[in-house]
């Protein structure tokens, strides 16, 4: 399972969603938009690290969404 963390950037206005295992690092205006992004990119930077990806955890402040 790869975990990834989406926080609010105040000082940048947008969120970020990082992931040190698979060196994972997005930014979008929009949540909405950067969670399809990350549901894009994490099996393919998992897959570049060959690191194995079965399952996604996406983890904010006030809800977790998981993926398999």
């Known amino acids: 399972m790869i975990s ?5 950037d105040s000082e940048a206005e947008v969120w970020v969603a990082i992931c040190d295992e698979i060196g994972l690092a997005l930014e979008s205006e929009s ?18 690290n060959h690191v194995k990806c ?7 402040q006030n ?6």
Request: aromatic content about 8%.
């Open 31 to 48: 949540y909405d938009t950067l969670l399809k992004r990350v549901q894009i990119a994490a099996p393919e930077m998992a897959e570049a």
């Open 54 to 60: 079965n399952s996604l955890d996406v983890l904010t």
């Open 63 to 68: 809800r977790r969404i998981a993926y398999a």
């Open 4 to 8: 990834v963390k989406i926080m609010w």
